[in-house]
């Protein structure tokens, strides 16, 4: 039984979903786990992961534009509005998506599924860098 | 410390919560993890995981009909569409809620709270077969 | 490697909050695991886990009363509402949010970002005492 651990840094150009798949299956890769599991974590309460389809493009761009209808900026019960109109929502999207998930890892890889992608979702307007935690946790070879 | 790790296949009747707890169950006493945890994971993008209440039936039922009224078909808006009208609804109802969920086991079970079940929950309309992955680690006995 | 599990019961005072930071870190410490990571387990339908900012506490209100308009109590398609009015309410905004979280763990202690707190959010009008459960797994000193 082994632990390995790396902190990615991604770098975000505003809204939207950045995919990091094949950044973790490199610290997966390395950490020479044969069988256990990679918890990633994101450091972050305005940004947030979603496990989603990678293949149409399309398909993340619908369901960004969703939750931002579902939670649009400038609603007049906000009080947390020091740092923006984009602020509260940031931090409402990240509440209903995900801060840490936990994949499978069998013969050394990732278990995901033929159209899963890992992909950092930022809800800030502006580009950031962000800090992403991988722990692979398992049975070495 | 071992990992002992186990592929379910769950045949899911279109749109609607099945539970799995059972089945996890069966997986942890097979590990023989005395203390740890179990990590469940969803290989698609168009189900998910939700643990949830599995005494009164009614309780999901009310939960699928309120995301079923929150995310609904035709949206005008929706541009990933080749699949059909529950494609894109699909994708956000998993995006809600969980594609994986770590359950701490203790004395070999898991420490599932009395009202709490786990469950695959399908969001398209067709019957399909689904792939959960269960990785049990901890100490063994 | 080792692994160390403990018990928080949480007395929460009714719909909203309730910080378990402290709490969780200061199970880490008594693991004296070195590197790896922390799983956090909610053991209720009625309550969840969310990681939110810590810092002003009106991002917290704001985020309580936002998902408190999205899903409000009374609603008529409801039929579980046996416990009351704010009872299928407390399980729809507990699957949207979170029942586990995997945090990872890095000189002994958890990785959690400047702004990142753990919460117990009570879905619930009554005061509850919520049981989570904490488990830490990994490489020791």
Known sequence: MA??????RVRTRGQGTS????DVA??????????G???VFCR???CSLVIMENADPTAR???EAWLNRLVPENDPH??????????MPSHIKMALTRTSETVPIAAGRMLL????GIFVWEHRRAAHEREIVVTVMGETE
Chains 1, 2, 3 share one sequence.
Do not use: C, M, N, Y
């Open 26 to 35: 490199k610290i997966v890769a390395a950490a020479r786990v044969r069988v």
């Open 113 to 116: 599924g033929t159209w899963q």
């Open 3 to 8: 632990v390995h651990q790396a902190v990615l």
């Open 61 to 63: 761009r619908d369901l």
């Open 78 to 87: 906000f009080r947390h509005t020091l740092e923006g109109p984009d602020d």
């Open 37 to 39: 599991h990679v918890s």
């Open 19 to 22: 995919e990091i798949t094949d």
């Open 44 to 46: 972050h309460t305005s």
